[in-house]
């Protein structure tokens, strides 16, 4: 039978799910959840290559789609994008490398919250008891500064690279949505400093699991900052709420999936929500993502756009130094308010 405290034993998720004796989740993985959702066949869809046409109609067309995408599901795919399908497929391979590494290599144990590199299997709070996750994950931050894992070898390079290709979709995207908003051309670049626009790459590996039904990828959360990437090996997983109901996410190959963020709701003053999504697992097939958040420059204090504040006649969100915002929510506070909810003015 599989030990019933894994990580006291030195186990990672994926060395548990191997483990030839398991046939049921340890207690410690045991979350309350309801896995199911819709199928959608209406998932918002956004060409990029539209948005940065020179073509008047196209581009007007893609600026619509991406502000109904943002105002409808807060969540879209992103297609024809400009980024190699080799080089997505390559840091999917490379991070899967990282996850099949000895532990010894592999363990980056972070000390605080800081911590730019961290990695091992995730937790929660519920009901104010910590469960595990049915996942293995490393983070890194890769942007204004670089660090990333010592091995594989080739990941530092392609996840350099990757970042770095993304940071110019980003910037398109947020140009179209500063243009949505209708705010002063550069006002949100500079607000914002998206120069040093602050990047987070995290890989998240997902086992077969014997009772998915019990347990969870990543419990639902909303994450900080604009606009995160997510891009998969295929195997589904991901799943959206929205009008209170979840739905499956289906994206084709080499699109990325995209979904606002707090600080896109926190800087629209409430006029674009974050998301809410979970992770689900499964019996068959390993699932693994790649994720990239993107947001503010880490010392930039977010609140809401003085252009919006203006027209709404208050603002709805209070002030937070970014990086504070992102270093409490990686101390993994799944359960009580957010962030996001504290900063909430009534």
């Not at 800081?114 to 996942?135: C, E």
């Not at 942007?143 to 996840?159: A, E, G, N, S, W």
């Not at 014997?210 to 900052?225: A, M, V």
Request: with cysteine; hydrophobic share 35%; charged share 25%.
């Amino acid at each position: 039978m599989a030990p019933t405290a894994p990580l006291a034993n030195g186990l990672y998720v994926k060395d548990l799910a191997q483990s030839p004796d398991l046939k049921s989740v340890p207690s410690e993985f045991t979350f309350a959840n309801d896995s199911k959702g819709s199928n959608s066949d209406t998932l918002p869809v956004v060409d990029f290559s539209m948005l940065v046409s020179d073509n008047a109609d196209q581009r007007s067309k893609a600026l619509l789609d991406l502000a109904k995408a943002c105002e409808d599901w807060g969540f879209f795919v992103l297609i024809n994008h400009g980024i190699p399908e080799t080089l997505m497929e390559a840091i999917i391979d490379a991070s899967l490398e990282f996850f099949d590494l000895p532990e010894d290599e592999k363990r980056y144990e972070a000390k605080s919250a800081s911590d730019p590199v961290k990695s091992g299997t995730g937790t929660a709070n519920a009901a104010n008891h910590k469960i595990l996750l049915w996942r293995d994950f490393v983070k890194s931050y890769v942007h204004p500064r670089f660090y990333c894992p010592d091995k594989p070898r080739r990941l530092r390079d392609i996840v350099s690279e990757y970042s770095e290709r993304s940071r110019s979709v980003l910037r398109e995207l947020l140009q179209g949505i500063s243009e949505n908003l209708e705010l002063e051309a550069g006002s949100m670049d500079e607000t914002l400093n998206l120069d040093s626009c602050f990047q987070l790459y995290a890989a998240n590996f997902y086992p077969p699991c014997p009772e998915p039904d019990l347990t969870i990828g990543i419990p639902p959360h909303t994450d900080h900052g604009l606009l995160t990437f997510l891009i998969h090996n295929g195997v589904a997983g991901l799943q959206i709420q929205h009008k209170g109901e979840w739905f499956h996410t289906n994206s084709p190959k080499n699109s990325i999936l995209v979904n606002t963020a707090d600080h896109l709701e926190i800087f629209s003053n409430g006029r674009y929500k974050s998301v809410k999504h979970r992770a689900v697992v499964n019996t068959e097939a390993t699932r693994i993502s790649v994720v990239l958040a993107n947001g503010p420059a880490p010392e930039v204090v977010v609140s809401p756009s003085v252009e919006l504040v203006k027209r709404d006649g208050r603002a709805l969100y209070g002030p937070m130094k970014y990086i504070e915002y992102v270093e409490t929510m990686l101390s993994n506070r799944y359960d009580g308010k957010g962030n996001l909810e504290c900063l909430k003015i009534q």
